[in-house]
């Protein structure tokens, strides 16, 4: 299998989302469904899912979903797992075989809880051991992906149409309160299970439409702080920059917002002293984390979600509601499919985050 | 004749478009794209939300959409009219060079980017409601007139319009306080002589929107034009 970066691949993306304010579970063929309005944005490599709110029975453990390339990578990688973590359960993610879908790796699962004297010792929490254990088993475990590994949500992607990618992992059977979807066109890199959408931190999941310019700036910024970008995939690098800003730096999401989507300096001095400062400091304080080019984004997240467009507005990105639904998409047919009667559509401007929590505690 | 689009990709749609030789309404359009691309002659309604690049290349006949539309309407269009009784997506309008607009509502970013015109093919859209940024980017000729109606507190142009915008204008429906326009265009207040540029495509938006042009036309308008006494200077950079 060549991996990113090994071929290149000329290109485009769909993206969609859809969110209950009330934190009513909705199953994955509603997003599965969404998908299909805008299916020649995507050219069949790559398509991908994220449900939160979906494993309510193991809602206290991480769950990894890992691709593994065959049974002795994945022996080897259990045996790495079981160093700092008790594996309370351990399954192959079930699937259904259909001609659309091809050339699957094997697929699993593990509800995992991190042992309390490896977090002592490494003197870090739980959310930082599992963090370094992504990497390393994405770095150093030849053939092993983990793709997914946050709290009571999950990731499933696949090389394939989003529309087939839904039905190959059942996605009709998980219940979600929010999802977040990806078609894919990719730009640059071939099309790989690893390779597609969302990319996953922890709870934090991305879904990406466009190219960033300022990749191996950023990717240079954020590696200094022990992430490690194994993938040449440009979105890769902004779930990182994600989970360092607002994990790590403890910032508010639409902080975050400012630092990657910066406005011009232009449009910072047209605003009224305090959101100047305060603009200013971020711009001047994460100046490696600006991301420039053609971007819209889902950061999906335990409890919410956030879409975002790049400054410039390069992609289009709509937003709907209707009752205690908040959509987004690409295109509005996208949310014409999931709620016909979806209101107070609109287009944010660019830079301008939405961001939808879920009123209570989930 | 009617299509019903729920069960056909946009290739078929737009086959049964093209071999039609009636008017064509077409129902629960969802996301279908290029409708009525090149297309001469007809009149095609759409209810549903018709795809990107609506009426690319539209070189007659009618467009009307009875909801919202998507991006790049009238890509490249050379004549005919588009009508949209909603909002319009981003780079509506892209590199027209003739035929009309209506936007009833408001439209997205890169409104008009290189619209242009040559001897009588004059371009026209109309705005009814606010402009996002990069109204009219590189707009080297045509009339783009943006109004203003029922916009609440947003601005009626969002950031940069008309940035290298070298040929025709740009109307706004507002005195343009505090929106900054960049140095190599003209900002003046519509002499009569340039209301008479205009009057005609308000009366026809009120016309098609039900509103009273009278009560549009009231209202100072604003015109943008290039600097023509010497085009290229600034249009990005001080050279």
């Not at chain 1, 859809?18 to 299909?36: D, F, H, Y």
């Not at chain 1, 507005?313 to 709620?339: C, H, N, P, Q, Y």
Request: charged share 20%.
């Amino acid at each position: 299998m060549k991996k990113e970066g090994q071929v290149r691949i000329p290109s485009g993306c769909a993206i969609a989302a859809v969110i209950s304010r009330k934190g009513n579970k909705m199953s994955g063929e509603l997003i599965t469904n969404a998908m299909k309005p805008m299916h020649d944005r995507s050219n069949g490599l790559g398509g991908g899912f994220a449900g939160y709110g979906i494993y309510p029975e193991y809602k206290d453990f991480y769950a990894f979903h890992i691709f593994f390339n065959s049974r002795a990578t994945r022996k080897d990688c259990e045996q790495l797992l079981k160093e700092s973590f008790e594996i309370v359960q351990a399954e192959i993610i079930p699937t259904r075989k259909i001609p659309a879908i091809t050339d699957e790796p094997l697929i699993w699962r593990y509800f995992v809880s991190p042992f309390k004297s490896v977090l002592k010792s490494l003197q870090i929490d739980e959310k930082e051991l599992v963090a370094r254990t992504v990497m390393m088993i994405n770095t150093s475990v030849n053939g092993a992906y983990v793709f997914s590994s946050g709290k009571n949500m999950g990731t499933f992607k696949a090389v394939g149409f989003p529309e087939d990618v839904g039905v190959f992992y059942k996605l009709e059977k998980y219940e979600g309160y929010s999802w977040t979807a990806h078609g894919r066109y990719p730009t640059n890199t071939p099309g790989w299970w690893g390779g597609c959408h969302p990319f996953t931190l922890l709870d934090y999941s991305i879904v990406h439409n466009g190219e960033i310019s300022s990749y191996d700036a950023n990717r240079r910024a954020i590696e200094m702080f022990g992430y490690k970008c194994s993938l040449q995939t440009d979105t890769e690098v902004i779930t990182y920059i994600m989970d360092y800003l607002i994990r790590r730096q403890n910032l508010t999401y639409k902080e975050a917002a400012s630092i990657i989507a910066a406005p011009f300096w232009s449009t910072i001095s047209s605003k009224d002293e305090k959101e100047k400062q305060l603009l200013t400091y971020l711009r001047t304080m994460f100046s490696d984390f600006l991301i420039t080019g053609p971007f819209s984004i889902v950061l999906g997240f335990n409890g919410g979600l956030m879409a975002l467009n790049d400054r410039l507005k390069l992609r289009s990105m709509v937003v709907g509601e209707k009752d205690d639904k908040v959509f987004i998409a690409s295109e509005e047919a996208a949310i014409r499919t999931m709620e016909p009667d979806a209101e107070n559509i609109y287009a944010p401007s660019g830079g301008e985050p939405v961001i939808v929590k879920v009123e209570e505690d989930i | 004749m009617i299509i019903n689009a729920e069960n056909l990709d946009y290739k078929a749609l737009n086959d049964l478009i093209r071999s039609s030789s009636e008017d064509i309404q077409i129902t629960n359009c969802c996301g279908h794209r290029f409708i009525a691309a090149g297309m001469e002659n007809k009149s095609v309604t759409i209810n549903g939300i018709p795809g990107n690049a609506l009426g690319a290349y539209l070189n007659g006949g009618s467009i009307t959409v009875n909801s919202n539309a998507q991006d790049a309407v009238g890509d490249t269009m050379n004549n005919g009219s588009i009508v949209i009784h909603g909002n319009a997506g981003d780079a509506v309008g892209y590199a027209m060079r003739g035929g009309e607009i209506f936007i009833k509502g408001n439209a997205g970013y890169r409104a008009g980017i290189h619209m242009k015109q040559y001897k009588d093919k004059v371009p026209v859209m109309v705005i009814g409601g606010y402009a996002g940024s990069f109204l009219g980017e590189y707009q080297a000729g045509g009339l783009i007139i943006v109004l203003g109606i029922n916009i609440g507190s947003k601005k009626i142009l969002g950031n940069f319009p008309c940035t290298g915008m070298h040929g025709g204008a740009v109307f706004v429906r507002s005195s343009c306080d505090g929106i900054k326009l960049p140095g190599q265009v003209t900002v003046s207040p519509a002499s009569d002589e340039d209301m008479s540029l205009i009057e005609k495509h308000i009366v026809k938006y009120c016309g098609l929107f039900g509103c009273d042009a009278d009560e549009i036309l009231k209202e100072k308008f604003t015109v943008i034009r290039p600097d023509s006494k010497n085009p290229y200077k600034q249009m990005y950079v001080a050279n």
